[in-house]
């Protein structure tokens, strides 16, 4: 039981995390909340299909595939992040509704659709293989519910963290956290790249396992929200940064533009 609540938690963390983000982020910007639903229909019913043709997709490209699209889906999250922050830049010297509203809504049900996909699939396929087994598929099932459950609770605590945080520092606050996603994802773009031989694998930097080892609570928490590694190759921390780059590059003359009207 405990393994399948550590495996469930692990998935369903980062989607709710993600969720809850952009939730928060309609309700502090005014954005409406419509696209949420569009979102986890389409995320739900892309799990099941990446579940039930897992196996098919795993032979697929001489048994690549599901490492290649696991880091297509990465990919589109990330990207996505990042273009959504740089959307909303302009907001932090130029308070008021966003006029990208159609486009922001496009990317929050990509990322949070695509996110799904990835995460929920692998719960369906953890459980199938239960199937079989009733007592397993018995104990199986009620770790889920629990590791469901913690997931969900996290994710709810931030988007009320977010939701009651005062405007002037929201924003500042959910860019943070765009870039350390993106970031994250970006690592295990890289991580999926690497299994299959596509990039030239290397000695780990470092090794944070005696501080956070990767299957503990804290270790999912941390990988959930920093797509964090123990033992980081240097391709990708290369990959981090290039993810992180923009948006920090975008808020570093964003506080330079403020400075400025302030001087002014």
Not at 5 to 15: G, N
Not at 122 to 138: G, N, Q, R, T, V
């Amino acid at each position: 039981m405990v393994d399948a609540v550590l495996l469930v938690l692990r998935e369903v963390l980062e989607a709710a995390l993600m969720f809850s983000l952009l939730l928060a982020l309609s309700r502090q910007q005014h954005l409406g909340s419509g696209w949420w639903l569009w979102a986890l229909l389409m995320g739900v019913a892309g799990s099941w299909l990446l579940a039930h043709y897992a196996y098919a997709i795993a032979d697929a490209l001489d048994g690549t595939g599901q490492e290649l699209l696991n880091a297509f889906l990465y990919a589109m999250v990330a990207l996505c992040f990042v273009v959504l922050a740089l959307l909303l830049m302009p907001l932090l010297w130029r308070p008021g509704n966003s006029s990208h509203h159609l486009g922001l809504s496009f990317l929050f049900i990509v990322i949070v659709s695509f996110s799904l996909m990835r995460e929920v699939s692998e719960i369906w396929i953890y459980l199938s293989s239960f199937a079989p087994h009733s007592d397993a598929l018995s104990s199986a099932l009620i770790g889920a519910v629990i590791g469901t459950g913690i997931g969900l609770s996290l994710g709810a605590i931030l988007y009320y963290v977010l939701v009651f945080m005062r405007p002037v520092f929201f924003l500042p606050v959910f860019l943070l956290i765009a870039a350390l996603l993106a970031g994250g994802l970006s690592m295990q773009i890289a991580k999926q790249l690497l299994q299959i031989g596509m990039l030239d694998s290397a000695e780990p930097l470092w090794d944070s396992s005696f501080i956070a080892n990767e299957q503990s609570w804290f270790g999912e928490l941390l990988y959930a929200l920093l797509g964090y590694d123990a033992q980081p190759t240097p391709v990708q921390i290369l990959f981090y940064l290039v993810a992180i780059a923009p948006i920090l590059f975008a808020l570093i003359w964003s506080a330079w533009r403020l400075r400025g009207k302030v001087n002014a």
